[in-house]
């Protein structure tokens, strides 16, 4: 890897403009020691390395799974079915066995820093004469508008992306855009610029972001942002969620355009966010939690404390007493909200998500139809919730849409494994190769080869291994067949254990 007191040779810029004359748009390369490869002189093949062992080194992360007991330190990796308990048998597999996505992720990498760079040029004189309020006219590229990274070496920006040194970001930002391409051109440039990957949308009606990189990196990218004269007016810093993860933790970069900015079914024309409902900061919204869960009777109380997330999230972790409708994707939320709007008839609504963004039109949606008393939602989400209160309303996991699958504030396990009813809730990906539904089943379930989601996908999966063809299987199983896309609830809900079995409303 290229090391910060490099000769000016070495020097990674240098070497990323020798990149330009190669075409990496070219799909018919097959090998890149032999095309890619024969192109490089010998500076840019040190960048060549070192773009291939980054993609090595990010493949053989996601690969890791946790060890099997406390007393276990030693990292084990699991691929194609198979666990390894060594790097050298991993490392042999990785490059046996994937060594075409090994190539696309090099490619992927050498195109980033390409990019980077030809960003970086179209810094004019002009521009740099200018404010910051002046780069972004019309008349000017809003890629323009990176920071300066001349100080740090390509070293230092992407410490600790495949450790626990590196950082997730969540962020979202409500505020009209006339032209969402440009702002999605320049957060391209910008991530790529700054080694992050993750996932980023654009809409006429903001940006909503999820990031990782190594802390360097994150923190310039949160400067960037803040300082930007589009947005320098609608976000602070505690807009900003952070936690412990890293560029290892989403397959790639994907920045695209969007009618929405998180997918609800209703174009932001009908459901604005400028109607959304009261915002509580975490304390406020922790007492009223708090007198909510004294009411002798729930049930028959005036409030509903309202889980606006997908079952499987809620499943793994909630707030006491909360509601969580057992939908699938929050593009069924309006339809659950009018199958059910007698429930909220004269009620006040508490409504809470995991960084705040699907309540700010869910709550906009819910008072459009002018039945609740009032509409109150809890800002910043469970993640602000949990920084604050570790130890409050909030039990169990918090469900994140990344690699690493949740994370956890307290020590509170509210779910169980499909199989054996133990307590546990650590999710996995259904074992069968065309289903992609979470599983919850604990070690010793696993150990007797129930990692299927279903009895239907556990079947699939062991005429596969009998070398059976299975041309006609499909993703849908018994977990999506038995549960209904739209569920309604009893008038009077009532109130079920810890650990509810999947198919009913989680009011605990």
């Not at 923190?219 to 969620?241: A, W």
Request: charged content about 25%; aromatic content about 10%; overall charge neutral.
């Amino acid at each position: 890897m290229p090391s910060s007191t490099s000769s000016d040779q070495d020097d990674p810029d240098t070497c990323i403009l020798k990149f330009f004359d190669l075409d990496l748009k070219d799909t018919s390369l097959t090998s890149p020691t032999s095309n890619l490869r024969a192109e490089l002189d010998g500076n840019t093949k040190k960048k060549y390395s070192f773009a291939k062992k980054k993609a090595f080194a990010l493949f053989v992360k996601t690969k890791q799974v946790p060890a099997p007991s406390l007393e276990c330190e030693e990292s084990q990796w699991e691929c194609c079915q198979h666990l390894f308990t060594d790097q050298t048998s991993i490392h042999r597999h990785v490059a046996t066995q994937h060594a075409d996505e090994i190539y696309l992720r090099t490619v992927a990498n050498l195109k980033q820093l390409t990019a980077s760079l030809s960003a970086s040029k179209s810094l004019v004189s002009a521009d740099q004469k200018k404010s910051p309020e002046e780069s972004f006219t019309p008349s000017h590229e809003v890629s323009a508008w990176l920071p300066d990274i001349s100080c740090f070496s390509t070293d230092e920006l992407m410490s600790g992306e495949g450790s626990e040194e590196g950082e997730v970001l969540l962020y979202y930002c409500y505020r009209d855009l006339e032209e969402p391409h440009r702002i999605c051109a320049w957060q391209t440039a910008l991530c790529q610029r700054l080694y992050l990957t993750g996932k980023v949308r654009i809409a006429t009606e903001g940006i909503n972001g999820t990031v990782g990189g190594s802390k360097l990196a994150t923190r310039l990218y949160m400067e960037v942002m803040l300082s930007c004269p589009i947005f320098k007016d609608y976000l602070c810093k505690d807009d900003f969620k952070t936690s412990r993860g890293g560029a290892h933790c989403f397959p790639g970069l994907r920045v695209g355009v969007f009618e929405e900015l998180v997918p609800m079914g209703l174009s932001p024309s009908q459901i604005s966010y400028k109607k959304s409902g009261i915002h509580l900061s975490p304390g406020e919204f922790h007492k009223e939690v708090e007198k909510f869960l004294s009411q002798a009777n729930q049930e028959q109380g005036d409030t509903i404390l309202l889980d606006c997330r997908n079952f499987y999230e809620s499943k793994i972790g909630r707030f006491q007493g909360c509601l969580a409708p057992d939908i699938r994707k929050f593009s069924y939320f309006p339809s659950y909200v009018d199958k059910n709007l007698e429930l909220f008839r004269e009620k006040k609504v508490l409504m809470y998500c995991t960084g705040g963004i699907r309540c700010e039109r869910g709550s906009a949606y819910l008072k459009a139809k002018g039945v609740c008393k009032e509409v109150f939602q809890l800002k910043g989400g469970i993640h602000k919730y949990l920084e604050e209160f570790p130890n409050g309303f909030y039990k169990g996991k918090l469900f994140v849409f990344d690699e690493r699958y949740a994370l956890s504030y307290n020590s509170a396990v509210v779910s169980e494994c499909s199989y054996c009813g133990a307590q546990w809730d650590q999710y996995k990906l259904c074992s069968t190769p065309q289903c992609r539904q979470l599983v919850l089943t604990c070690a010793a379930c696993q150990g007797q080869g129930f990692t299927a989601c279903c009895v239907m996908c556990q079947d699939k999966g062991n005429r596969q291994a009998s070398g059976l063809l299975q041309d006609s299987f499909k993703e849908e199983c018994e977990c999506t067949a038995r549960r209904p896309r739209v569920p309604r609830e009893l008038s009077q809900p009532v109130p079920l254990p810890m650990n509810p079995e999947v198919g009913g409303p989680l009011l605990v």
